[in-house]
């Protein structure tokens, strides 16, 4: 596609619910990230794929978090037995390359409200 | 790891000004890129500008420029003539230029807001 599209924009879930959040990155970008901004906050690094793979998971804050990627383009982040502190915006990017100074083109997030 | 500072939680200039937004970060690697986002209230974040540390020269974008200083990590944004336009959260952010690709490290972010 023309830019990255994420959905849905807005999610609103119970305490203890499970969430799914996808990620449509530019066509032909190898490189897909996941980020989550809190209110008043800078974005932080969640995860981030190499084609299929995960390769850096570092950022997944506990176990309930987990994404997947499984063609290579397409990604979704899964969040399991939702809390009140994972409400934020949770950004996708994607670049053309996993190394270089490609800035990262980035979606319009989707915003998490765990009540 | 790698640690970037806005110590500008809000900023405002009035139209057709000039305002700088600083940004400070904390690395022992010598080879980088440091990048100026800009999050309007759609939420999406659009790169500005973006900075190479390995060029001595400050880059320009219209009417973004930066001023690079890499002994002091510094590395602030100079927006001129601004626009109503220009009003928007600024992030600045970094990565490492090394083998194994570390993602984006962002700052907390400055609100700008411009005045008519």
């Known amino acids: 596609g023309a830019g990255v599209s994420q959905t849905p924009s807005n999610k609103v879930t119970e305490k203890g619910k499970y969430v799914e959040l996808r990620c449509d990155p530019i066509?032909?970008?190898?490189?897909l990230y996941w980020y989550r901004q809190s209110l008043g906050q800078g974005p932080e690094f969640l995860i981030y794929?190499?084609?299929?793979?995960?390769?850096?998971d570092s950022g997944l804050p506990n176990d309930r978090f987990f994404a997947v990627r499984p063609e290579g383009s397409v990604s979704t982040l899964k969040i399991q037995r939702t809390e009140r502190g994972d409400s934020a915006v949770y950004l996708c990017?994607?670049?053309?390359?996993?190394?270089?100074?490609?800035?990262?083109?980035f979606g319009s997030g989707t915003r998490l409200t765990v009540v | 790891a790698q640690t970037v500072t806005q110590s500008q939680p809000e900023m405002s200039v009035q139209e057709a000004e000039t305002v700088t937004l600083s940004c400070t970060y904390d690395?022992?690697?010598?080879?980088?890129?440091l990048f100026w986002y800009k999050q309007p209230p759609s939420r999406q974040m659009i790169l500005v500008i973006r900075?190479?540390?390995?060029?001595?020269q400050n880059a320009t974008e219209n009417r973004f420029s930066v001023n690079f200083q890499k002994a002091a990590k510094s590395f602030s944004l100079k927006i001129s003539d601004s626009q109503l336009g220009d009003a928007a959260m600024y992030f600045c952010a970094y990565r490492s230029a090394y083998p194994g690709n570390t993602p984006l490290v962002f700052g907390k972010g400055t609100r700008l807001s411009v005045i008519a």
């Open positions: 900075q190479e540390a390995y060029k001595q």
């Open positions: 690395t022992s690697e010598s080879d980088y890129y």
């Open positions: 794929f190499q084609g299929t793979g995960a390769a850096d």
């Open positions: 066509s032909g970008h190898t490189a």
């Open positions: 990017a994607s670049s053309l390359r996993a190394a270089g100074w490609d800035g990262y083109t």
